[in-house]
């Protein structure tokens, strides 16, 4: 079969790869915006007084007209920046409105990429009790690259060799596998084909033998009987080798429709006379076919005008991939058998996977991994230090640990998230094949002679001896919850130093649900190289007008954790170069022995502002501070509900999602703090369940 012919059989209808709902906008004239304008920006950039060389009363009423002009307002609102700080606020659900009016007109999506769901002003949807809203547009999703791998695990019992992984999501910060981000193009085509070759090679393994065929290890015996090139095999024989690749590869069976549409493909293909050649390219056809790459999310119409559910088929995939990264069979069956219809039969099956003690926990520590981001610390390089052990891979894998231990007791996990004194510290376990169980051990041991007078992982922690019952509770005083484990500092990091802004950054984004706008390309982000100065004092460089109206919303929320080294050790005072004692470090001829250090005293203070929440505004003193500040906070959690929605939805929140963001919110509460009473939560909400009559609008197929 040639590749375009895969090709065709691949495509997905354009319209439906990734749309997503389209932007609500109030008005299709513009005037409202023009409006906004000139109340909240003409005094200031008018034909007399041009602030910063920008003019705004004459502002085209249609963006594409001032394409460049409009966007620029758009940005600035948007990012809160214009009006500035003294003048009156404009209201939120304005502003908002005319970010989103402007983007819709410019062909802009920018509100729906990777961290920027807080575009969405975080009153407007927590604001005030919502009501049920339109659900969103139908969708398709690709696989994510774990759950394709899943997929192979599904279908091929042996091991495939050769197989490689053509998805990839977006080099981006924090959760990424949004549907709307991801089609499958030529390239990943070419690997899907090669990759399904050699799926079917594993599924057909066999050898001929005096004329008979013999199945190897792994294959599937109905398979294997249409590899006799000799026998011409039945309908029959070709219909259950058809429906046993759709079971394996889709969780369904063939329809008679496209039993015979494979029946023809394979008449076609056996005219060369290779019939087993003719069977691999079927059975090839099956997993490259779309609802085998894509989730399908489509809804079929339900009782009530313009609403559509998401079919049973469709929900048993949606709801397996949400928890984990293969089919679940318990979902399959359920779905066949009509018993996936209600929001009860979802509920009950999410409870029972959340509750399996043998279910991978890969996709729900993912969630924790892109929204803490502390797995970042792996890729921070740095000096090996003389003194101790930095192994930033066990420092990762103990943070793991510790989530999945919050997850497990599964209450007040957000507060025990941010606040626990308990941590894993060098943790590993080993079999102990008499005993037959895992047994603890040191995740790094020292070795004599490449570790020679180094303190183990254990002393980054403040902890002096190795203890094998773990999580271990941390002295008193030092350190609370991911944001003070040491992967979390060193993500946070840069080779030589704490990494303040960006620290900072992630308090205000993923805690706070504010924005900061991107570094602007041409500033030059770096502190002075000043080696005698702290680098609190090094970081005033942001103070400056032009930095400020961006750094005010980072660099103060972290500065505390300047109480941690960027090793992520607790440390008492900074040490800073003393040019005095250095100038004076010379031997009995004047030549310099080196640099000396002396400790600057640490200053560990910080300021909440501007947060959304009064009663978190206010200086704090440290970083234990800052945090249990944060983790009381009704704001921080519901900013955490947000990005929980982002990953088990698959997109940014839009207006419409309030009620399942405030149901999510009063079930994480209400049940004292279970992750998984959250998940339930979502995952039976409307905004998963249900999907609008597809109508788009003229022109809204961006
Ligand atoms: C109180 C006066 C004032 C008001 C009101 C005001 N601006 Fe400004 N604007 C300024 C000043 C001063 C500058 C130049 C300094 C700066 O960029 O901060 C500026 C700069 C800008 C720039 C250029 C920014 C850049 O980085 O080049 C844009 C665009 C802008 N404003 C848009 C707006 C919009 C849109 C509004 C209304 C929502 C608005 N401004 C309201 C004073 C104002
Ligand atoms: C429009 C917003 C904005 C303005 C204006 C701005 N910055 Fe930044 N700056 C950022 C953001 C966002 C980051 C964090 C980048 C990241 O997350 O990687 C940053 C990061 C930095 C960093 C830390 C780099 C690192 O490695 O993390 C320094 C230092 C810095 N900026 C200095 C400055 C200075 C000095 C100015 C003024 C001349 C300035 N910035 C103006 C947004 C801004």
């Not at 920006?41 to 394409?67: I, Q």
Request: a positive charge; aromatic letters at 6%.
């Amino acid at each position: 079969m040639t590749r375009a012919v895969w090709l065709s059989l691949l495509a997905v209808t354009p319209i439906l790869a990734g749309r997503e709902p389209p932007a609500r906008v109030a008005d299709p004239d513009g005037a409202p915006a023009t409006q906004f304008v000139a109340a909240h920006c003409v005094k200031c950039h008018g034909p007399d007084k041009r602030a910063g060389g920008v003019r705004l009363d004459d502002l085209p009423a249609d963006p594409t007209k001032a394409p460049d002009r409009w966007t620029a307002v758009r940005d600035q609102v948007r990012d809160g920046l214009m009006p500035p700080a003294k003048e009156p606020r404009p209201d939120a659900a304005r502003a908002r409105a005319v970010v989103a009016w402007v983007s819709e007109k410019s062909g802009g999506r920018a509100d729906k990429a990777p961290n920027r769901g807080n575009l969405i002003p975080h009153e407007l949807l927590f604001g005030k009790p919502a009501r049920a809203a339109d659900p969103p547009a139908p969708r398709v999703w690709r696989l994510n690259p774990e759950a394709y791998m899943g997929f192979v695990q599904g279908v091929a019992r042996g091991k495939v060799n050769g197989l490689v992984q053509p998805f990839v999501l977006v080099p981006e910060r924090g959760i990424r596998d949004f549907a709307g981000l991801y089609a499958i193009d030529e390239p990943s085509t070419e690997i899907l084909i090669r990759n399904a070759e050699a799926i079917v090679e594993v599924q057909t393994a066999h050898e001929l033998k005096d004329g008979k065929v013999l199945a190897k290890n792994g294959a599937v015996r109905e398979f294997v009987a249409l590899m006799d090139p000799k026998a011409e095999p039945t309908a029959q024989q070709l219909e259950s080798a058809v429906q046993v690749q759709f079971q394996m590869a889709l969780g369904r069976r063939a329809t008679a429709d496209e039993v015979e549409r494979f029946g023809a493909l394979y008449a076609k293909c056996a005219k060369t006379g290779d019939r087993p050649g003719a069977a691999k390219t079927v059975l090839q056809a099956v997993l490259l076919k779309t609802d085998a790459l894509y989730r399908s999310e489509l809804g079929k119409p339900d009782g009530q005008f313009g609403r559509r559910t998401l079919a049973a088929t469709e929900l048993a995939v949606a709801v397996s991939l949400a928890l984990g990264h293969r089919r679940d069979p318990a979902l399959t069956a359920a779905a066949a058998k009509g018993e996936l219809t209600t929001r009860e039969h979802v509920a009950a099956h999410v409870r029972r996977i959340l509750a399996d003690p043998k279910a991978d926990t890969a996709r729900l520590l993912g969630f924790f991994r892109e929204f803490f981001e502390y797995g970042g610390a792996e890729d921070v390089f740095k000096d090996k230090p003389k003194a101790f052990v930095h192994q930033p891979r066990q420092l990762v894998a103990d943070t793991d640990r510790l989530v999945l231990y919050v997850l497990a007791a599964d209450r007040d996990v957000f507060r025990e998230l941010l606040t626990t004194p308990k941590s894993f510290v060098n943790y590993a376990t080993a079999k102990n094949k008499q005993k037959g169980a895992d047994e603890p051990k040191p995740g790094v041991v020292l070795n004599p002679i490449n570790n020679k007078g180094q303190s183990g992982v254990e002393s980054v922690y403040g902890v002096e001896t190795w203890e094998p019952v773990q999580p271990v509770t941390l002295p008193a005083n030092t350190r609370l919850g991911i944001l003070m484990q040491p992967s979390w500092l060193v993500a946070w990091s840069t080779n030589f130093d704490n990494d303040p802004v960006r620290r900072g950054r992630w308090v205000r984004e993923r805690l706070l649900g504010g924005n900061v706008p991107d570094l602007p390309i041409g500033v030059v982000a770096q502190v002075p190289d000043d080696p005698h100065r702290t680098f609190r004092d090094r970081l005033t460089v942001t103070r400056a007008a032009q930095c400020w109206k961006c750094h005010q919303r980072m660099d103060e929320l972290g500065l505390p954790f300047e109480q941690f080294d960027h090793f992520g050790r607790l440390r008492t005072a900074e040490p800073v170069l003393d040019p005095e004692a250095t100038a004076k470090n010379v031997d009995k001829k004047g030549k310099p022995l080196g640099p000396v250090y002396r400790d600057a005293p640490l200053v560990t203070s910080g300021t909440v502002a501007d947060s959304g929440d009064p009663a978190l505004d206010g200086p704090v003193k440290d970083a234990r501070e800052l945090v249990t500040k944060l983790a009381n906070s009704d704001r921080a959690r519901q900013v955490f509900v947000r990005h929980a929605f982002r990953y088990y939805l698959g997109r940014n929140e839009a207006l419409a999602d309030a009620k399942a963001l405030q149901d999510a919110d009063r079930a994480f509460v209400e049940s004292g703090g279970s992750f998984k009473a959250l998940v339930v939560s979502l995952l039976t909400s409307d905004s998963f369940l249900y999907r609008t009559a597809p109508n788009p609008p003229a022109g809204a197929t961006k």
